[in-house]
């Protein structure tokens, strides 16, 4: 039997969730697994906060330093949120020799090479199982179970709180504040919800995932972010009239060692298996060269969810404790930014003739070919007209909507979003 002393570094919605998971499987995971896990201390703010599970509380500390420098601790699991200051006590932490979990997307995204050089130096484990689409098991597989493949393309929903806000908004015809309460009140938001709603979340998220897919650094800014704030019942309601629902989704390929990487909002038909994907609930599809096609589904965010990714990373930690580090490309990749896409777009317009055929003649003039136009009366003046092109690069949208924006006859350019069928 082998005994880890444990401290974790937080008391949230993870925190009480993992503390949930250990209370309620400890016994189990102590005969199956022969690991005993003792947890000796609990970093928080404050200390007299009243928590949602019962703590004895002399294991509560404020000072990080109690835990750092208590020998009987081993590993120590993050989920305090934010960069500052959990990169410094995972690097200090790595730095000393213990072995650190983390839920953290914010810090191994942005401070990978970093924590990886510490690990590597002092031989301590570094996990993060939790980081990426909660309780789905998605790091393991791509370190342990697909090293034969090259993998071409990942393309999923990996924000659990953007994905109940775009259902509950759809099939509830509930507004985005409100979804927004409940989904924070839920546990699955970010301790700051600016993170989901912005798609900064799910950019970290696909920074690690194609870091480790491509075998490349894959920095956040090299990845398009476009957030969920800008989409209205209006392009619900018209999406679902066209046969599509909207998502945010998370997309990476890399093809003759250029990469392009990408987060957005984006309709997807009805039938899209991804469609399906509701609630809190995250899918990340993998294609690797040798499998084939791989989806992985389940609950993205959440105390128990994402503590069961945790105590996974605890156990196999306490098993085998070394930092198993990706040996990266020789190769530098390139970064690219001039995608295709088709696009929806909804524009106001005077109603008056010629209109049509003028931003019909601005769209031909970019390139950009179109699939489908539909008009609709607005006002006694004023027409909605949608349209939804077939295949174009970045650059001629840009161009053709530089156009479209600057004509008279255009009132406003109400939406603009990516289409992928
Ligand atoms: P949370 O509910 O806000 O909990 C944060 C905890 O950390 C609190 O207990 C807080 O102490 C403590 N804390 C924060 N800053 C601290 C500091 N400077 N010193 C000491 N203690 C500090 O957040 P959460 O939802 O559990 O999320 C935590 C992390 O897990 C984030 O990195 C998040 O991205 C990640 N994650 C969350 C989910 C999810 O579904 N929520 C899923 C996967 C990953 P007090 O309680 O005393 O204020
Ligand atoms: N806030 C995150 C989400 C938590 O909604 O997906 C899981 O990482």
Same mark, same amino acid.
């Given at each position: 039997m082998k005994k880890i002393g444990l401290a974790l570094l937080g008391l949230g919605t993870i925190g009480s969730g993992v503390m949930k998971v250990l209370n309620e499987n400890g016994e189990l995971i102590k005969k199956q697994e022969e690991i005993e %896990?003792?947890?000796?201390?609990?970093?928080?703010? *404050?200390? @007299?906060?009243?928590?949602?599970?019962?703590?004895?509380?002399?294991?509560?500390?404020?000072?990080?330093?109690?835990?750092?420098?208590?020998?009987?601790?081993? %590993?120590?699991?993050?989920?305090?949120?934010?960069? *500052?200051? @959990?990169?410094?006590?995972i690097r200090d932490a790595l730095r000393k020799g213990k072995t650190v979990i983390t839920a953290n997307k914010e810090v191994i995204a942005k401070h990978w090479e970093e924590l990886d050089e510490e690990a590597r130096l002092s031989g301590a484990g570094l996990y993060f199982e939790a980081s990426v689409a909660g309780g789905i098991p998605i790091i393991k597989p791509l370190r342990r179970s697909l090293q034969a493949n090259r993998i071409l393309k990942i393309m999923g929903i990996i924000n659990g709180t953007t994905n109940y806000i775009l259902t509950k908004m759809t099939e509830e015809g509930r507004s985005f504040e409100d979804v927004l309460a409940e989904a924070q009140k839920l546990g699955y938001a970010e301790p700051d919800p600016t993170a989901d709603i912005e798609g900064y979340d799910a950019r970290y998220k696909l920074s690690i995932l194609s870091t480790l897919c491509f075998r490349n650094r894959v920095p956040v800014d090299r990845i398009y972010c476009q957030g969920i704030k800008g989409i209205s019942a209006d392009d619900i309601k018209y999406a679902r009239e066209l046969g599509y629902g909207i998502k945010l989704l998370a997309i990476a390929k890399k093809e003759n060692n250029k990469i392009e990487a990408r987060v957005h909002p984006t309709f997807i038909p009805l039938s899209h298996p991804l469609y399906a994907v509701r609630d809190s609930y995250n899918a990340i599809f993998i294609?690797?060269?040798?499998?084939?096609?791989?989806?992985?589904y389940g609950r993205g965010a959440g105390d128990l969810p994402t503590a069961s990714a945790i105590v996974s990373d605890i156990i196999t930690a306490g098993q085998n404790g070394k930092h198993y580090y990706v040996k990266f490309d020789q190769e530098e990749p390139k970064f690219e930014d001039n995608w295709l896409s088709e696009y929806y777009m909804r524009l106001v317009v005077k109603d008056q003739p010629g209109v049509l055929a003028e931003i019909a003649g601005i769209f031909g003039r970019h390139n950009v070919s179109l699939d489908t136009v539909i008009q609709k009366l607005r006002d006694k003046n004023n027409a909605t007209i949608i349209f939804i092109t077939h295949k174009a690069s970045e650059k001629w949208i840009s161009n053709a909507m530089k156009e479209i924006n600057a004509s008279p006859s255009v009132i406003s350019v109400e939406s603009l979003i990516r289409v992928e069928k």
């Open positions: %896990i003792d947890v000796r201390k609990i970093l928080v703010r *404050d200390k @007299a906060k009243k928590r949602s599970v019962e703590i004895e509380p002399s294991l509560l500390t404020d000072n990080y330093d109690d835990i750092l420098n208590d020998d009987s601790i081993d %590993i120590i699991a993050e989920f305090m949120g934010g960069e *500052d200051p @959990a990169f410094l006590y294609k690797g060269d040798m499998v084939g096609d791989l989806m992985f």
